[in-house]
């Protein structure tokens, strides 16, 4: 089987997250690694590096990871978790500017196609 | 220069978690509500490490403070004061005098400044922090208790200076003109964290004098 490039959801709120997970799964089933996370550590509303540093590991695969985030501190922490990976896995893991849930969608969608890490994000920034 | 960290983490904790409801009203007025909630949580997350912190050099300690703000926050603001304790602490050097802080001060600002692709003017933390770090460049270290004030005035002034500022970052840039006339929060909390440390080290000049 090919390895498709993964997607991890970072969402301010957990049931935002396993949500749209869930919608992604239904319509991609398990070719594709599909990740997310959302609230902090004690279980409020914002997002957690430490989590998201987690599921970066569970959905790495060698064509990278697509990373959706659905508010502007989401993307930070996301970054902050990037820079916390391997050096070879940083440049393979890439936050989309896209709807968290339509992104995500496409961008699974894309990538259980077997495309390349580039067209995967280009399908959920077209969202 | 001897860096009191506990008492420093101690006096920004509690100067933070005193402020946090205020913090936090700020917030839900053109951000999202919770940034007191998170400057609390994290620096309570500071406070529970503060032995190991205490126990390191004075350049890793402040690295590990902007870790533990990075991993507990849990918004914007962990990983943008995350940065700034963190490039403060990479920088400042085995032996760190006043230059050396100062320098260090400047590689945090600018770790920040690419964090959160901002700069000074744009309604945020940096417009407490830049004119502070430009002010420190002809700062008289020697100057006593009367010029570490002079700090403040400089640190409060940039909060004030972000009341008439229109935010184009963050979660209040949607609100375009309705963000005038608000003090941006992370401005509010910048602030808090100067003062307090301006009072401690005001607080140990004053001990130095009468021992």
């Given at each position: 089987m090919t390895q498709c490039v993964g997607i991890v959801i970072v969402s301010h709120s957990a049931e935002v997250a396993r949500g749209a997970a869930a919608m992604v799964k239904q319509m991609v089933g398990s070719d594709v690694a599909v990740e997310s996370c959302g609230g902090t550590v004690d279980s409020r509303l914002g997002t957690d590096v430490a989590a998201i540093r987690a599921c970066l590991d569970l959905a790495w695969n060698p064509p990278g990871i697509a990373v959706l985030f659905d508010l502007g501190s989401a993307r930070m922490n996301a970054e902050m978790a990037i820079s916390m990976c391997p050096a070879e896995q940083q440049e393979r893991i890439v936050v989309c500017d896209a709807p968290i849930v339509e992104g995500a969608l496409l961008a699974a969608s894309e990538a259980s196609l077997g495309s390349d890490l580039n067209t995967v994000r280009a399908a959920a920034e077209d969202a | 220069m001897?860096?009191?960290?506990?008492?420093?983490?101690?006096?920004?904790?509690?100067?933070?978690?005193?402020?946090?409801?205020?913090?936090?009203?700020?917030?839900?007025?053109?951000?999202?509500?919770?940034?007191?909630?998170?400057?609390?949580?994290?620096?309570?997350?500071?406070?529970?490490a503060r032995a190991e912190i205490a126990s390191l050099p004075p350049g890793a300690a402040l690295e590990k403070i902007g870790m533990t703000l990075v991993m507990n926050v849990g918004g914007a603001s962990g990983p943008l004061f995350g940065s700034l304790f963190m490039g403060l602490g990479k920088h400042l050097g085995d032996n760190p005098g006043f230059a050396e802080f100062r320098n260090a001060l400047r590689a945090g600002i600018e770790l920040v400044q690419q964090r959160g692709r901002s700069t000074a003017g744009e309604k945020t933390m940096l417009d407490v922090f830049v004119p502070l770090v430009e002010m420190l460049e002809t700062f008289d270290p020697g100057g006593g208790t009367k010029t570490v004030e002079e700090i403040i005035t400089t640190a409060r002034c940039g909060m004030e200076s972000t009341q008439a500022m229109l935010a184009t970052k963050g979660r209040a840039a949607f609100l375009g003109e309705r963000s005038l006339g608000h003090v941006d929060p992370g401005a509010m909390s910048s602030y808090l964290i100067i003062e307090t440390v301006c009072n401690v080290i005001i607080r140990n000049l004053a001990r130095q004098e009468s021992s």
């Open positions: - | 001897d860096i009191p960290i506990r008492e420093l983490i101690d006096a920004i904790s509690v100067q933070l978690q005193q402020h946090a409801e205020e913090l936090t009203d700020l917030d839900r007025a053109i951000g999202d509500g919770d940034h007191g909630i998170n400057m609390a949580r994290g620096w309570n997350a500071v406070v529970a």
